[in-house]
């Protein structure tokens, strides 16, 4: 150490296909006070990560996040340690060979309620494995700072929507079920992606009242890296969904005032 600063500088080489990789990931400490602010740890997160190179990375990024990090090389590995310990996160590099993706996301779901980040080199099996229940997917490889970003904005997702998530909650003849992400009301039921119940959640928590695009960001809504675009999409979605069944709420829309779920 120099000066009170640190300088960490971690260079992995992956070979594939006969050509090499190069993963470069720098990263700088400031001052001292800086250093305490990150030494205070604010979550614990579980790495499942094959390759070693790209698990040590990944480490280093939890630990600037100011989380507290385990590391296994597979799922199976993972699976008994999510049911004895609690997680705050979970981050998982998925084998580009692997094809189960939504049934595996599927399991994490059922052992946690940690979120879920996963590190896909492929775009269509990560859209699959988003909609069944991860949180986001990055590419990979990865830039270090993005992922450190992606795992702290994860860990701010509003307390209040995961409490509301978890519950059972009956209004005016419709019950929201969060355990099966269902409506039922009047003898008929329908489902929800975790990205649509995530929405519909974010307005149940709200009755009554018009949300911008960045408030509904900000009370805990994820859609990976266009969220304000594929706002509209799910809006959208929950529309299709609710008006069929006649129920008493509506969604709506207002130019310059956003979105609000109308509670007859």
Known sequence: MVGGMERIEQEVTKVRSGQPAHVRFVATEGSTMARRKRSRVSGAVLIIEADEAYRA??????????CRAEAVSDLQLALPMLESKSFDALIWGVDPEEERWSELVTQLRARTDARVLLLADHFEPAQAAYEAGADQVLPKPFIPSVLVGALKAALRRSPSLMMHLASRVEIKGMTFDGEGRTLQFNGEQVSFTVQEWDLLAVFLSHPNRFLSAREIIRFGWRAGDHEAEQLR????????????????????????????????
Do not use: F, W
């Open 57 to 66: 990375i990944i480490e280093t990024c939890v630990g600037l996040a100011a």
């Open 233 to 264: 999409t799910y809006v959208r979605r929950l529309r299709l969904k609710l008006e069929p069944l006649d129920v008493g709420c509506r969604l709506v829309s207002q130019h310059n005032r956003g979105y609000c779920l109308m509670v007859d």
